[in-house]
């Protein structure tokens, strides 16, 4: 059974800092690997998106990188502002039966203090 | 692209009171869908999915049911709610990629 766990579980810094968001899984048998954005009370919104053929993949100030056979990935955050305060899940897309499925880490609280 | 509708937006109800909450999707048909929960302090555990009209799968075992009576329609039930029902419960559809709706905070007091 697959599962994803997410290091630090929170993590406070200055604005301007640049800073990494790790992820590991324990399944390499993955299509993809998404990173999330969850603001409190809301839905997610899907940041990066990375098949599993592809090393990484970068949006803006983000850089998602995927290390399929150590089953690790990070999202690296540059200039971080405090806009980017918000939790930051990872997660794996596999497939069981006739679905894909994600499976999700418990997320990364991030706060960036003005 | 994809548009995911759910309600209510917020429910609070007694213990081993009905639920019933919805979910639509706009902009693609024959989409497979999900229902997640998260409930507080806990990461998104998959409850339900479905690849097609009446065809439901469950994740884990519960006092929670899905149906999908139409192809982009999905509803989550239950006929007596629990204390441990309480949690943030949302809706997913994949094409291409996966797609969130809002999702709806529910208090089970």
């Known amino acids: 059974k697959q599962e994803v766990t997410q290091i630090p579980a929170a993590l406070s810094v200055p604005e301007g800092e640049n800073l990494v968001l790790n992820c590991s899984f324990t399944d390499s048998a993955i299509y993809n690997l998404q990173w999330f954005r969850q603001d409190p009370g809301k839905g997610l919104t899907s940041l990066l998106l990375i098949q599993s053929s592809q090393r990484e993949q970068t949006s803006g100030r983000l850089n998602a990188s995927l290390d399929k056979s150590s089953g690790r990935s990070t999202l690296y955050i540059a200039a971080s502002q405090p806009g980017d305060s918000a939790t930051y899940l990872c997660?794996?897309?596999?497939?069981?039966?006739?679905?894909?499925?994600?499976?999700f880490g418990s997320g990364t609280q991030l706060t960036v203090l003005p | 692209s994809q548009t995911i509708h759910q309600w209510p937006a917020t429910l609070v109800q007694p213990v081993g009171s009905p639920l019933s909450l919805e979910c639509t999707v706009e902009?693609?048909?024959?989409?497979?869908l999900y229902w997640y929960r998260q409930a507080a302090g806990r990461g998104l555990q998959l409850l339900f999915y479905?690849?097609?009209?009446?065809?439901i799968s469950s994740e884990v075992p519960q006092n929670l049911s899905a149906s999908r009576p139409q192809d982009r329609q999905f509803i989550l039930s239950s006929k007596k709610l629990l204390l441990s029902d309480s949690g943030f419960y949302l809706c997913?559809?994949?094409?291409?990629?996966?797609?969130f709706g809002p999702g709806t905070r529910l208090t089970v007091l």
């Open positions: 997660a794996v897309t596999s497939a069981s039966g006739s679905a894909r499925q994600l499976t």
């Open positions: 479905s690849v097609g009209i009446g065809q």
């Open positions: 997913a559809c994949w094409d291409t990629r996966e797609f």
């Open positions: 902009g693609t048909s024959n989409p497979n």
